[in-house]
């Protein structure tokens, strides 16, 4: 009986020990600091790319801008356009006509050389990121290309097409603006037919597959955005040639972002291609050439994103619009660049028609480009 009672009660004991045990484990994890896992959110960052086309400077532009024996202001020119590109992170174009220098001759048509006033103020009203390779980069031979680099090293600018070494080439600047890196590759199809000199093909990048392939893959993993400036195509046409569709395709296999196209005069559309967003032509930005279909360009701007997940990066586009752009002037003088919406009749008497057909081309390829309303 004894032993019956020492066995009942050490049960007693045991039950009572894991019970209190229970309830002393269960006050201890309420008390205990709860710590909370982090859960990787997805990181987005953001920038704004403008683009304009072709910057042909003809003498009667220049002329037009003259102050007197030495100096030129070309700022008014840009009295319209200005607010839109100051409100972008990136801002592009082609200078068609090189920055020479003074001492080499200012020039027009067929071999160009324009005031360097003209790049101050492009790059006083926003633009940064500029494509130095096209057929006229060699108007002023080497001494030219010397000249060019030369000024563009002093000013906070992207520059790609023309290099002084085949290291400056190779060794492509990068830059980052809101956590993106981005760099511009520059590649012309022609030089009107003058030849680099043997042994300096970097003066000027004359595209071939096998070279830009090998620029691309030296770079595709370096930076966030690859941008590619492309002088190709017909001129005065506005539908992309064979060559231009296959330098397209060939580029976007490379997994490049976005190709800007320049050289036709006149706008091209744009498409997609396999995620590369693709510009075959934006026109002139400014020009003294003849007829409107060469007077009219395109002011095109977009939304790039990064989002990077659990360490993978992506790139998205959006908001792509386009502004329709018309370079006034009357006997040669008062140049003015003026958005559509801008226009008078006065200025262009058929400016809705123009409108309306120039906006068909660009939106012709791609439903998702928006094409500024007139009306708005």
Known sequence: MKIFFTAVLSFLILIFVVVAGKELYDVYIEDKPKVKREEKKEEIQKISLVMVGDALIHKSVYMDAKTDDNNYDFRYIFEYIEPIIKTHDL??????????????GFSSYPRFNTPEEFADAMVEIGFNVVSLANNHSLDKG???IINSINYWKNKNVLTAGTYLSIEDKENKEIKEKNGISYTLLAYTTNTNGLHVPDGKEYLVNVFNYEKAKDDIIRLRDKVDLLLVSMHWGDEYTNEPNKQQKQIAHFLASLNVDIIIGHHPHVIQPIEYIEGTLVFYSLGNFLSAQIGVDRLTGMICSLDISKITNEGQVKINFSDINVNLIYTYYRDWK???IIPFDMITYEQLGNYEYIYEKYSSIVTSLEDSVKVANLNE
């Open 142 to 144: 080497e001494n030219g």
């Open 334 to 336: 008062d140049f003015k």
């Open 91 to 104: 801002a592009f174009y082609n200078q068609e006509t090189i920055i020479g220098g003074k001492q080499l």
